[in-house]
């Protein structure tokens, strides 16, 4: 069974930093992209970042890039999202979800809509505030 665990959120200071964890298990398959995706109140989800195993792409949103950072493990079953400069309009649930691909995936933009995607984590809640 594949499952997804979140963990690292908290709540945080603006301008300050957490690094979200995604670990994933029960993996079926060898080629996968992982992302990340936020949900604040009211709001839809939105693809924060994403990285893709097949050719070690990685996307950011346009509201996080230069702030966040997506990086795995070496055996890539683990997916880290390093947030920096963090600001109030941030604070939402992280999640994690996880696509299935293959040897030659050509990652894209996509990867940030979470249509793409099978499986997810429960979530972590992300707070930014003085």
């Known amino acids: 069974e594949v499952q997804l665990v979140e963990s690292g959120g908290g709540l945080v200071q603006p301008g300050g930093s957490l690094r979200l964890s995604c670990a994933g298990s029960g993996f079926t398959f060898d080629h996968y992209a992982i992302g990340w995706f936020r949900q604040a109140p009211g709001k839809e989800r939105e693809g924060v970042s994403a990285i893709s195993t097949s050719d070690a792409g990685t996307y950011y949103s346009d509201s996080v890039k230069g702030r966040f950072t997506i990086s795995s493990d070496n055996a890539g079953t683990t997916v880290y999202l390093q947030m920096n400069s963090l600001k109030p309009e941030d604070t939402a649930v992280y999640y994690c979800?996880?696509?299935?691909?293959?040897?030659?995936?050509?990652?894209?933009?996509?990867?940030?809509?979470?249509?793409?995607?099978?499986?997810w984590g429960q979530g972590t809640q992300v707070t930014v505030s003085s």
């Open positions: 979800a996880v696509k299935e691909t293959h040897r030659y995936y050509s990652s894209n933009w996509r990867l940030l809509n979470r249509i793409e995607y099978d499986y």
